[in-house]
């Protein structure tokens, strides 16, 4: 069938017909059609006020980086530090674990390229490699392996810069530059050099990446001094320590017990199976991405646990669904499209991941959930990255019913997890595609 002019005029007939239709249209042409469709209610929904709470530092900011997984994995782990420092707040350098993170990212993408060398450049997997090697995105299980390798530093050890803060320029270059790499590579191979010989080749290659990141992200510390004043205003000063000693002494977290919920209800992924995803990681040797695929409610029963025992929880989202960025508010019912434009998005979580509508963009920390008299959740308290401009300076609320809808993972340590759900990781590990939707990465700016 084609447009034809009788079927545009049958519509605009139709469409001038209900008079409600040009109100709207005038709303629209004026505010935008979220401002237009927004449910005036939903600040009534969410009072920021929540029955249990976790201890939090002061709201960071990621500015114009996709760093989200390494603020929210980092704003985790400082409420450790802060009791251990006896401090009110404290602040992790998000660019000493960026400078790792881009260094691992290009070696895991020269590694892979030179185990697919073999492999016509118009594959669908090394087109998938090539398109993306090096962004700001990761899931947890990518920043744990950092983590457990570089350790952490505080702030002052390794400041922001400008390009760490602004990532663009920075990611554009290295991409073609890997790129190139990765065409040299292939190259290489066809003349008939060994494997030996390509991996010599990439050696050389990494140099210009670490010298790339030194001189836009700074020199990472081997050993540094740490001095500041605890909440009685005592001086403390902890000389000649590394990101390694600092992060097992000051964190002390075990990263093997902290384990990843995912929820894709779709066909192909059933509950109580664990997944990894191929061609997907930061560091080569850590462990490979793993998580177990759960009901909704598993995730939320052990986030609920976390919160309880005052342990905040690391989680991914599709944080574009359904937000008020300015109120702070994360509500399925934020905007009414049926009332403004006749009808609504009817896709469910499911078909939303196999059409490609939604995937895990975002993480953030919950840091606070409110329970009704039965102990259900009604709202989450959310510490976001985007600084302190919007929601309750910095902090956002979301409904209980956006998180069945919009919320992919959670990291929980291993004892807030249902034993019927940990069975899962004794058993073979289901690997997907690397285009999986699962395989999506948190880098929302």
Same mark, same amino acid.
Not at 169 to 192: M, P, V, Y
């Given at each position: ?11 605009? @007939?139709k469409?001038?017909d ?6 709207? *249209?005038?709303?629209?042409?004026k505010?935008?059609? +979220?401002?237009?469709?927004a449910d005036?209610?939903m600040?009534?929904r ?15 900011? *990621? ?7 390494m ?14 420092? +006896? ?5 992790f350098s998000? +660019?000493?674990?960026?400078f ?26 090394? /087109? ?8 700001? #995105? ?5 920043f ?6 570089? #350790?952490a ?14 990532t ?12 190139? &790499? ?9 003349? #008939?050099?060994?494997? @030996? *010989?390509?991996?010599? /080749?990439?050696e ?6 670490y ?13 540094f001094?740490?001095?500041?004043r605890?909440? @009685? ?60 695929n ?6 939320k ?13 690391? &989680?991914?989202?599709?944080?574009g ?7 702070g ?21 499911? *078909?939303?991941?196999d059409?490609?509508?939604?995937l ?21 308290k959310?510490e +976001?990255?985007?600084? @302190?401009?919007?929601g ?6 979301m409904?209980?019913?956006? &998180?069945d809808?919009y ?33 999506a ?5």
């Amino acid at each position: 069938m084609r447009i034809t002019e009788g079927i545009l005029g049958t519509y605009r @007939d139709k469409f001038n017909d209900n008079v409600a239709n040009k109100a709207v *249209q005038n709303a629209i042409a004026k505010v935008g059609i +979220n401002k237009s469709s927004a449910d005036n209610n939903m600040t009534r929904r969410h009072n920021f006020v929540f029955s249990h709470e976790t201890e939090k530092g002061e709201i960071t900011n *990621q500015k114009s980086s996709g760093r989200c997984w390494m603020f929210a994995a980092l704003n985790t782990a400082r409420v450790d530090t802060m009791e251990k420092l +006896n401090v009110k707040t404290f602040e992790f350098s998000q +660019n000493y674990t960026l400078f790792w993170d881009k260094l691992e990212k290009s070696n895991y993408f020269l590694d892979s390229i030179i185990e697919t060398v073999d492999e016509p450049l118009n594959s669908r997997l090394v /087109q998938h490699l090539l398109q993306d090697p090096v962004q700001d #995105g990761g899931q947890w299980d990518m920043f744990s392996g950092i983590l457990e390798k570089y #350790g952490a530093v505080p702030k002052a050890a390794m400041p922001e810069t400008y390009h760490s803060s602004n990532t663009k320029e920075l990611n554009e270059l290295l991409t073609s530059k890997l790129r190139d &790499f990765a065409a040299k590579l292939r190259d290489s191979f066809k003349e #008939g050099k060994s494997e @030996d *010989q390509l991996m010599d /080749q990439k050696e050389d290659y990494l140099y210009f990446v670490y010298s790339l990141l030194v001189k836009t992200l700074g020199e990472v510390p081997e050993t540094f001094t740490y001095e500041y004043r605890d909440k @009685d205003d005592g001086f403390n000063r902890i000389s000649g320590i590394t990101p390694q000693d600092f992060f097992k002494k000051y964190v002390k977290w075990d990263l093997e017990e902290r384990i990843s919920l995912i929820n894709a209800p779709t066909e192909d992924k059933p509950f109580g199976k664990a997944y990894t995803v191929k061609y997907l990681g930061t560091i080569k040797e850590a462990h490979p991405i793993k998580y177990v695929n759960a009901p909704i409610g598993a995730l939320k029963e052990a986030a609920v646990r976390s919160i309880k025992e005052g342990e905040p929880v690391w &989680f991914g989202c599709d944080v574009g669904k359904m937000l008020d960025r300015e109120a702070g508010i994360m509500d399925d019912q934020a905007y009414d499209y049926e009332a403004t434009l006749g009808e609504s998005v009817e896709l469910t979580k499911a *078909q939303r991941l196999d059409y490609g509508d939604s995937l895990l963009t975002h993480a953030m920390v919950f840091v606070g959930v409110d329970l009704d008299d039965e102990g259900i959740p009604i709202k989450w308290k959310v510490e +976001n990255s985007w600084g @302190d401009k919007n929601g309750d300076k910095g902090m956002y609320s979301m409904s209980d019913r956006w &998180f069945d809808e919009y919320n992919y993972q959670v990291a929980v340590k291993r004892k807030y997890i249902d034993d019927k759900w940990l069975k899962a990781l004794d058993e073979p590990v289901v690997e997907l595609e690397p285009w999986d939707p699962m395989g999506a990465l948190a880098m929302m700016k």
